[in-house]
T-cell receptor
Framework: DAGVIQSPRHEVTEMGQEVTLRCKPISGHNSLFWYRQTMMRGLELLIYFNNNVPIDDSGMPEDRFSAKMPNASFSTLKIQPSEPRDSAVYFC????????????FGSGTRLTVV | GEDVEQSLFLSVREGDSSVINCTYTDSSSTYLYWYKQEPGAGLQLLTYIFSNMDMKQDQRLTVLLNKKDKHLSLRIADTQTGDSAIYFCAEGRSYIPTFGRGTSLIVHP
C-alpha cells in the first residue's frame, strides 16, 4: 500500500485566494482526519470523518475552512479566502475504525499564504 | 492545562541514552503511544503500550508506564544522529489519540 497520499506537498498562495488540499486514505481505512501543525499551537485536529460522514468539525477554526469526503478514497480541505495566519503544515491521517494502532499520517502539505 | 504534556526539547550526545517524558490526564486511557516525526514527514507510530502494562521493550526502545502518576517515558538506548526528530506522546481511550506538543530530540556528535 502506498500509505496516505496528500497533494500538493507545498502550496504558496496569495492572501484571499482559495486553497484546496487533497488526501487519499489507505484503502480499507474508514476514518479520516485532518490536522494542522504550527510551532505555536502544535498539532490540532480540525475535523474527522467516519464512513465518509463528518463526525466532529469542532476544530475547524472558522467558516473559511470546509472539508468534504465525497467517497471512501478521497477528501478535500478547502480554505476560502486564505489568510497569512493559515500558513501551516496540514496533515491527513486515516485508520480502520476500532483499530488502536493503525493510525497512519500522510506526508503533509506545507501551506504558505503571503 | 493540556491533556498531554511533554518538554519541548532534549539534547543528547551520540551514543548516550535519551529519555523523553510525558504526563497525561485521562486515567481511563487504554493505549499510550509514541510517534516519531522526521523533518518534512508525517508522524509515524514508533511504539505503543497497553494501559495494563508497566514496560515494553523493542530493540533500542523502552517504554515505561507509571499509571498511578500518569507518566509515560520513552528511552532510546545508544542514540544515533538518525534518531534526531520530534517525538510525540499520545494517549487514547478510543481510536482517536490525543497528542502532546512533541519533544524535539537533538543528537550531537
Amino acid at each position: 500500500d502506498a500509505g496516505v497520499i496528500q497533494s500538493p506537498r507545498h502550496e504558496v498562495t496569495e492572501m484571499g485566494q482559495e486553497v484546496t488540499l487533497r488526501c487519499k486514505p489507505i484503502s480499507g481505512h474508514n476514518s479520516l482526519f485532518w490536522y494542522r501543525q504550527t510551532m505555536m499551537r502544535g498539532l490540532e485536529l480540525l475535523i474527522y470523518f467516519n464512513n465518509n460522514v463528518p463526525i466532529d468539525d469542532s476544530g475547524m477554526p472558522e467558516d473559511r475552512f470546509s472539508a468534504k469526503m465525497p467517497n471512501a478514497s478521497f477528501s478535500t480541505l478547502k480554505i476560502q479566502p486564505s489568510e497569512p495566519r493559515d500558513s501551516a503544515v496540514y496533515f491527513c491521517a486515516s485508520i480502520r475504525t476500532g483499530s488502536h494502532y493503525g493510525y497512519t499520517f500522510g506526508s503533509g502539505t506545507r501551506l504558505t499564504v503571503v | 492545562g493540556e491533556d498531554v504534556e511533554q518538554s519541548l526539547f532534549l539534547s543528547v550526545r551520540e551514543g548516550d541514552s535519551s529519555v523523553i517524558n510525558c504526563t497525561y490526564t485521562d486515567s481511563s486511557s487504554t493505549y499510550l503511544y509514541w510517534y516519531k516525526q522526521e523533518p518534512g514527514a508525517g508522524l509515524q507510530l514508533l511504539t505503543y503500550i497497553f494501559s495494563n502494562m508497566d514496560m515494553k521493550q523493542d530493540q533500542r526502545l523502552t517504554v515505561l508506564l507509571n499509571k498511578k502518576d500518569k507518566h509515560l517515558s520513552l528511552r532510546i538506548a545508544d542514540t544515533q544522529t538518525g534518531d534526531s526528530a520530534i517525538y510525540f506522546c499520545a494517549e487514547g481511550r478510543s481510536y482517536i489519540p490525543t497528542f502532546g506538543r512533541g519533544t524535539s530530540l537533538i543528537v550531537h556528535p
